[in-house]
């Protein structure tokens, strides 16, 4: 099965609540993803899959007050076929 698997930042301004994130695929998947990603620990951001496509994903990041002073969420995300996301966490 071929797999996804990545580190992405967001970056934030002070004052700035919500960021987009894209990532590509080069080559795009043969498949359309089931995406997962959370927010490394020490963030309290919510991330929100706004589009997952064969040749990349967008991500909306949020944290739950405008940011004191800039800042970075990183996060972690994984692509994998629809599916097998339920069957390898149930392991």
């Known amino acids: 099965i071929e797999v996804i698997y990545g580190t992405l930042r967001a970056d934030f301004v002070a004052g700035q609540r919500t960021a987009v994130?894209?990532?590509?695929f080069c080559p795009p998947l043969s498949y359309l993803?089931?995406?997962?990603?959370e927010a490394l620990p020490g963030s309290s951001a919510q991330i929100k899959i706004a589009q997952a496509l064969a040749h990349g994903t967008r991500l909306d990041v949020r944290?739950?007050?405008p940011a004191a002073a800039d800042c970075q969420v990183w996060?972690?995300?994984a692509a994998?076929?629809?599916?097998?996301?339920?069957?390898?966490?149930?392991?």
Do not use: N
């Open 21 to 24: 994130v894209h990532a590509g």
């Open 80 to 91: 994998r076929p629809v599916g097998t996301v339920a069957a390898t966490t149930a392991v």
């Open 33 to 37: 993803p089931e995406i997962e990603a």
């Open 75 to 77: 996060i972690d995300m």
């Open 63 to 65: 944290l739950p007050t």
